[in-house]
């Protein structure tokens, strides 16, 4: 069945120029029948069936993990979602502080803020009880009116 290489006579050292190669096909045989129950390919084709399974049904699987832990996801992208807008402030606050009089200009804005908050709200105590009732009024609008 293999192919037979033949040498001239001649030829009595290996030269690229003195070799002749004849190839006979007399005894050509036919292809071996290739079996589908071999168990490699028996293995693979369970693989297989499993892994088309588990993709049909990963939908289901999706729905009832959601379902079941819907409150933890939730908290946790809420978690993730906030860690992200403080890092996408920060950058930002960043870039606007490095503009060259931006930055003390922010200084001055906040000190003037405090100083006016303090004198509005907390230099005298009717104020503050002012101040009080506003935050409380806030917090029932927010929370709800407790009893």
Do not use: C, H
């Not at 003037?112 to 503050?128: D, E, I, M, Q």
């Amino acid at each position: 069945m293999e192919p037979e290489v033949k040498q001239d006579a001649g030829a009595s050292e290996y030269n690229a120029e003195n070799v002749n190669v004849t190839i006979s096909t007399d005894d050509s045989g036919t292809l071996a029948n290739y079996s589908s129950t071999d168990a490699s390919s028996e293995q693979w084709r369970q693989i297989g069936e499993k892994i088309s399974e588990f993709l049909s049904d990963l939908p289901d699987y999706l729905t009832d993990f959601f379902g079941e832990y819907k409150r933890p996801i939730v908290t946790v992208g809420l978690i993730f979602g906030a860690i992200v807008a403080v890092k996408l402030l920060l950058a930002v606050l960043d870039a606007i502080n490095d503009i060259p009089l931006l930055s003390p200009l922010f200084e001055l804005v906040g000190m003037g803020y405090t100083a006016w908050f303090v004198y509005r709200y907390l230099w005298k105590a009717s104020n503050r009880q002012e101040l009080g009732r506003d935050f409380n009024v806030l917090k029932e609008q927010v929370l709800g009116k407790f009893d």
